[in-house]
């Protein structure tokens, strides 16, 4: 290494079975990443598959972008320094701090773009405190993305990711958008919010190696 680069120790932690031993196959072995990321691919597409929104070419790229996906998220989102109980069920829950919840909530944005058939040119115009929550998140990316990079903390990024996505979905929940009788420009400004809420599910999962997909 050139005598003018810096270099850093990153230290990390253990992934460990249920049992709090660090985990293994069942015979002992070290686990082999391949095998384990096409075995998450096939528990992805099991989660899935009955849900009855994909063709099955749609299904195998769906599940090999939400398993593995899973996967890198379920290490990412814990302080690198930690160690962390390996759980299929947690990573693979359309619950909590997880991959698929987020791609779920970038999934169901996508729905609503579709079933609107208007034309999109509305202004964000912040109407509530639900509103106002969400919008201050959405300006806080470029801050937590320079902290986590200057920190070595890519869990800050998907906490951050996930706080967002919870403020989306109680937005969504309380502040209709595609209701009947809401009025035009109130729900332009909602549309562009959670519009400018996908991209940054976008960017901040692309940033992570994780894709999202369009349809859950």
Same mark, same amino acid.
């Given at each position: 290494v050139n005598e003018a680069v810096a270099l850093e120790h990153i230290g990390f932690g253990t992934?460990?079975?249920? @049992?709090?031993?660090?985990?293994? &196959?069942?015979?002992?072995? $070290?686990?082999?990443?391949?095998?384990?990321?096409?075995?998450?691919?096939a528990r992805a597409k099991e989660t899935i598959k009955d849900r009855n929104v994909h063709s099955e070419e749609e299904l195998e790229a769906v599940a090999k972008a939400i398993g593995i996906g899973a996967v890198k998220y379920a290490d990412l989102s814990i302080?690198?320094? @930690?160690?962390?109980?390996?759980?299929?069920?947690?990573?693979?829950?359309?619950?909590?701090? $997880?991959?698929?919840?987020?791609?779920?909530?970038?999934a169901r944005i996508q729905s609503i773009l579709r079933k609107y058939e208007g034309e999109l040119k509305g202004k964000?115009?912040?109407?509530?405190?639900?509103?106002?929550?969400l919008a201050l998140m959405?300006?806080?990316?470029?801050?937590?993305? @320079?902290?986590?990079?200057?920190?070595?903390t890519p869990h800050a990024? &998907?906490?951050?990711?996930?706080?967002?996505?919870?403020?989306?979905?109680?937005?969504?929940?309380e502040n209709p958008i595609l209701k009947e009788g809401v009025e035009e420009e109130l729900r332009q400004s909602r549309l562009q919010l959670a519009i400018l &809420?996908? @991209?940054?599910?976008?960017?901040?999962l692309e940033l992570l190696g994780i894709e999202v997909v369009e349809k859950i």
């Open positions: 992934m460990m079975d249920k @049992s709090g031993k660090p985990f293994k &196959t069942r015979d002992g072995g $070290t686990v082999k990443l391949v095998d384990l990321l096409d075995e998450a691919v302080n690198r320094e @930690s160690n962390y109980i390996f759980s299929w069920d947690k990573m693979l829950s359309f619950d909590g701090n $997880t991959a698929l919840y987020l791609q779920y909530a970038y964000i115009a912040v109407n509530d405190e639900i509103e106002h929550r959405i300006l806080k990316f470029e801050d937590v993305l @320079s902290k986590a990079a200057v920190d070595a990024i &998907t906490s951050y990711l996930y706080d967002v996505v919870v403020a989306f979905m109680k937005f969504y929940e &809420t996908a @991209s940054l599910i976008q960017k901040g």
